[in-house]
């Protein structure tokens, strides 16, 4: 950790943040250095330890190398090292979700007001009493943020949002920047560039949370109509609330399955985008919500999905390493995800999945939370890349 | 919403059941303890130098006076309740584990095949 990381107080601060006092603001950067540390300096051990120990006993027993991820897990299930270095990551986790919800529950009372304030009008959110969770969101809390992203433990209680947005810089250490949109950023970047004629009249984001990645969205195409769906009542009208204090007013949030997009016709979206949302699915929604999308997507049109690589050519130790959250984060369609074909996903779900192309978008650095770029200008390294597949109709 | 609810909320644990990761639980425990006292230890460490940098610049108070310092009931009563979000919040870790007896959660290597088709 040669250079110093950026602090927590260089987040730009919208309307609904809490006040974070000094010690609050101490114990986010200690977190924030901490899952540093461990992802710098502690996890390259566990590598050795696999390399050095585990790797070695298993050729012996095997007379070849591990096939697949599960063998290396397998293998290294044991292995003292890992063992703290998992233990690590998780009780940090865990300290940043308690840390959050510690600090917005000290403010509860006053932005539960406020949101409340900003969507009096009711002019930027639908919400659908009727709209039940599916299971690959209620059966456990993922990414271990309590009460996930839906619950609410009180009367329009938005907490589990709140804490969700104070608390992302400490697992992303700044790299998403002053509003944690770096990866919506990336792909309207990436339209502009790669796409310049390309102008989307309407805009589909399914999944949008609290619209981190929705919003940059309604900002590079602002006479675009953008509608964001999500099944999370307290995310979405923290989202909705959000918007407005951000000055973005050509988005609309909606309570809605994606499972279930009955409500749009055929043809009504020019582009739909999903930001690190097919991870969170289950095998039968990613067919039918893909499936929807192309139902709802006009000819020409496109989809794109912001999410981590696929685990395809990886060697297997990496795959295994990446492969972390899904036991360990409570994330427990990760892997699985991770290891689909998507361009034959695609073709199941009516697309010409020989179509498909992957590509990383690229947000500029944030100059609030990093400084300037060095002499010369150039951001070589420090830009952050994003992650993408899409496909074009 | 008073102090207690908060602290209670504060403290929720995720829904799914934690894997244990190292040999035995108590040590893991103790683990989860200790690097909560770590943050605690860091920020505190801030704060005291934040004090000195503002007590140079202003050259107010001696060492002395900081030695015998004796707070006010007002002072006495903000300082229980700050040491109670204390120990909420560095006894997390059993905090949750007592949620954790009363709950029925599956494994999420188990919600991962009700997930398959
Ligand atoms: C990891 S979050 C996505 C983050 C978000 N796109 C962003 O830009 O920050 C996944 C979201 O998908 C939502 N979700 C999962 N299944 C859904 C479904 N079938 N319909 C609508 N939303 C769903 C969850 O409620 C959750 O808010």
Known sequence: MAKSLPSWSALDKHELFPQVKSDDVSRLNFLTHLNMHLSGNVLPGVKTAYETQVLPEFKQQHGREPQDRHEVREAMDDNSYLQMWSALRRNTMEMRHQLGRSIVLKDSDIVTTKVKNLLSAGDNIVLDDNCTLPYNVSAVDVHCQPGCYYTEYFEDDVTVANSYDIGIFVTTAGLLGGLSDGGGQGLGNWLAKQHPDFKPKRILDIGCTIGHNAVPLAQAFPDAEVIAIDVARPSLRYAAARAKALGVHNITFMQMDAEDMAEFADESFDLVTTAMFWHEACDRSMISILTGINRVLKTGGLTISLEQPQYTDKPVYEQFIRDWDTLNNNEPYWGRMHERDLAQWHSECGFDGSKLFETGVISKVDENIFGKADEGGEDFGRAPVWNAFGIWK | ?117
Request: charged share 30%.
């Open chain 2, 1 to 117: 919403m008073d102090f207690a609810e908060k602290l209670s909320l504060a403290n929720t644990r995720a829904k799914g059941k934690r894997p244990q990761y190292l040999q035995d639980k108590q040590t893991e425990q103790v683990m989860a303890i200790t690097m909560a006292l770590a943050m605690e230890l860091h920020s505190t460490k801030e704060r005291l130098a934040s004090l000195e940098c503002l007590l140079a610049d202003k050259g107010i108070i001696s060492r002395d006076e900081l030695d015998n310092f004796q707070p006010s009931a007002t002072e006495t009563a903000k300082r229980s309740l700050d040491t109670q979000e204390y120990l909420n919040r560095i006894l997390l870790v059993l905090d949750q584990e007592k949620q954790a007896m009363t709950s029925n959660d599956k494994s999420v290597a188990e919600v991962l095949e009700e997930l398959k088709d």
